[in-house]
């Protein structure tokens, strides 16, 4: 079975540009996570959906970020315009409920280097 | 509010030696409890959870945890580490209901690495 998907694996770009990272969630499971990972602040909750539907975006760092859920197989993370600072891995990970019971699964990352 | 506390952010230990890593929370109730490994430039894995019942759960790679209410501490050990158990992990807690509800608070991580 396929895990969770997650493109680009690695992404380089320069202050200023549009980024855009993607996430395929397993199959039938109705809620998914973005994170982010930093040495200084380790593994943060961006936002998370539950049934395509954003239930809390309060770790959302700032409006540069934007995150959608067209549909149950798909996610994207936004941001424009990108810093420096956004430099991290992005991690996208879904369960199949949203009770604090379910086990997340996590995606390989993506890893951002804004330059 | 909830929180998890790994006091320890690197830790050496022989390979075959005992390891125990140690994790504390803070919540309101009994929480549901994780541990997750992640391996250099990959995800994180679940090695084991904790709902409710018997205190000491059994995971995946020989690893076990033990939930201490009274303090508050989920540690996780292994009894004979492995080279490739290098690696570095997480303690989370989820909440039962509430406005958070479905949402994991991780600790900052332990790195483990093994000594020859």
């Known amino acids: 079975d396929a895990g969770v998907i997650q493109s680009p694996r690695h992404e380089v770009t320069e202050m200023g540009q549009e980024v855009t990272l993607r996430c395929k969630p397993i199959s039938g499971h109705n809620s998914l996570f973005w994170y982010r990972q930093t040495m200084m602040r380790g593994l943060e909750l961006l936002i998370y959906f539950n049934n395509n539907v954003p239930i809390d975006d309060s770790g959302m760092p700032e409006d540069r970020f934007s995150a959608k859920m067209p549909n149950a197989s798909f996610s994207t993370l936004k941001i424009q315009p990108s810093e420096p600072r956004d430099s991290a891995v992005y991690f996208c990970?879904?369960?199949?409920?949203?009770?604090?019971?379910?086990?997340?699964?996590f995606g390989p990352g993506t890893r951002l280097t804004v330059t | 509010a909830q929180s998890v506390t790994q006091p320890d952010i690197h830790i050496t230990v022989s390979e075959g030696a005992s390891l125990e890593l140690r994790c504390n929370y803070s919540?309101?109730?009994?929480?549901?409890l994780f541990w997750y490994v992640q391996s250099p430039g990959q995800g994180l894995q679940l090695l084991l959870k904790y709902f409710s019942g018997d205190t000491l759960v059994q995971g995946i790679k020989g690893f076990e945890a033990e939930f201490k209410r009274s303090q508050s501490s989920f540690n996780l050990r292994k009894p004979s580490v492995h080279w490739s158990d290098a690696a570095e992990y997480f303690c989370a807690v989820g909440a039962h209901v509430g406005g958070s509800q479905g949402n994991l608070i991780f600790g900052k991580g332990t790195k483990l690495s093994v000594k020859p």
């Open positions: 990970a879904s369960s199949s409920g949203l009770a604090g019971q379910y086990e997340q699964y």
């Open positions: 919540y309101g109730a009994t929480p549901y």
